[in-house]
């Protein structure tokens, strides 16, 4: 078994958006690569949001795909919380994917982003909003990818692989050092390629 088929990849995204689209184009790209990855459509139908936790649980890496739509879902935001809670452990590595929409969007809650954002709390509860709201400023904070409107997907999709591939291959380096037991690297050391000067990496 090699590290990539071992090491699990969390897709988080809304599905009504993308699952057919930009979701579809990656899951194809990981499946050519050999990268192990979990998207809801393998959960069997009529579970609850639990059996996705567990899911998270046991992956080593999430990607946050945030799109226009994203905050229309609770279940992706109830989501998104348990990967903070995990990568806040350093027991997750997350990497945010801005799909068509603003850093500053999702860590501020503006634009469509926003508006999608406040009306789904206009039906959620005071304790809930907190929570999401503060997920979304911290995962949006880590080092990412974004693309534009006018930018090419396909060659968008390609960056995302070798993202993944870059962090799977630094968790593997990392777990080699702990079972030889020398120094704990610093979990920040799982960075993405190529984004040392901007924490956003547009196409």
């Given at each position: ?121 206009k039906v ?31 060659d968008f ?8 591939q870059s ?37």
């Amino acid at each position: 078994m090699t590290l990539f088929s071992s090491t699990q990849v969390f897709l988080n995204y809304r599905g009504e958006q993308l699952r057919y689209s930009f979701v579809s184009h990656l899951v194809d790209a990981f499946e050519r690569n050999e990268i192990n990855f979990f998207v809801d459509k393998h959960e069997q139908r009529g579970k609850d949001l639990k059996n996705l936790f567990v899911r998270i649980q046991e992956s080593r890496i999430a990607l946050a795909i945030f799109s226009t739509r994203y905050t229309e879902s609770s279940w992706c935001m109830d989501e998104l919380v348990k990967m903070k809670k995990l990568a806040d452990k350093r027991k997750l590595h997350v990497i945010p994917i801005f799909y068509k929409v603003k850093a500053e969007d999702v860590r501020k809650q503006t634009g469509e982003f926003g508006d999608n954002f406040w009306k789904l709390a206009k039906v959620s509860s005071g304790d809930q909003i907190k929570k999401w709201k503060e997920a979304l400023e911290c995962i949006s904070h880590k080092m990412g990818l974004s693309l534009g409107d006018q930018s090419s997907e396909a060659d968008f999709v390609k960056d995302v692989v070798k993202a993944v591939q870059s962090v799977v291959a630094a968790i593997g380096l990392e777990d080699k050092e702990n079972q030889f037991g020398k120094k704990k690297r610093k979990y920040c050391k799982c960075e993405l390629p190529d984004l040392k000067k901007s924490r956003t990496k547009k196409l």
